[in-house]
C-alpha cells in the first residue's frame, strides 16, 4: 500500500488561491513593483504558510510603505526576528487586507493614514520534501499621515 502525503494537496489549493489573489490585485491597481522570492522551510512551517495561502492567498498578511515628507521609509523594529521591517501583519478574522494594514501600521508605528494604493506585489515560493506552493506579498502604499496615536510609543524609525 502506498502512503499519501496530504500536505501536496494543500499546496495545490493554496497555489489556485495565491493565483487567483495576485492577478485581482495586479488588474486592480497600477505602478507598483512586483518581485519573486524563493524559500526552502520546514514541513510545520510549509504547513502553515500553505493553510494562510489557502484561505486568502497571502502567507504574511498586510504590510504598508510608509514615507515621511522628505522620503524617509518608515520601519518598526520586529524583535522576533531582530530587525527593522515595514509595519505590517496579519489579518484578524474577517479583515480585509486594507484594514489589517491599517490596524498594525497604527499599532506598530503610532501612525494612522489613508491608504492610496498598492506599492509593491511579490511572489513568494515556498519548497518542502518535493512539494511547493506560493502566496502573494501585498504592500500597501500609504497616502495622507492623519494624527499621531498618542496612546503608544512604539519603537519605529
Not at 40 to 61: E, M
Not at 137 to 145: G, H, I, K, M, N
Amino acid at each position: 500500500m502506498t502512503t499519501v502525503d496530504s500536505l501536496w494537496y494543500l499546496a495545490d489549493v493554496a497555489s489556485q488561491q495565491a493565483e487567483q489573489t495576485y492577478h485581482d490585485l495586479a488588474t486592480a491597481h497600477e505602478e507598483f513593483v512586483e518581485f519573486t522570492r524563493h524559500r526552502r522551510v520546514p514541513r510545520h512551517r510549509f504547513k502553515r504558510v500553505a493553510t494562510d495561502a489557502k484561505n486568502h492567498g497571502a502567507p504574511f498578511g498586510a504590510h504598508t510603505l510608509t514615507y515621511r515628507p522628505p522620503g524617509d521609509l518608515l520601519l518598526v523594529r520586529h524583535d522576533g526576528v531582530g530587525q527593522w521591517v515595514l509595519p505590517g501583519g496579519e489579518l484578524d478574522g474577517d479583515e480585509s487586507f486594507q484594514e489589517a494594514a491599517l490596524r498594525e501600521l497604527g499599532e506598530e508605528s503610532g501612525v494612522e493614514a489613508t491608504i492610496e494604493g498598492l506599492g509593491m506585489l511579490g511572489r513568494v515560493e515556498f519548497y518542502c520534501d518535493g512539494n511547493e506552493t506560493w502566496g502573494s506579498y501585498r504592500c500597501l502604499r500609504r497616502a495622507r499621515r492623519r494624527r499621531p496615536s498618542a496612546s503608544r510609543t512604539p519603537t519605529a524609525r
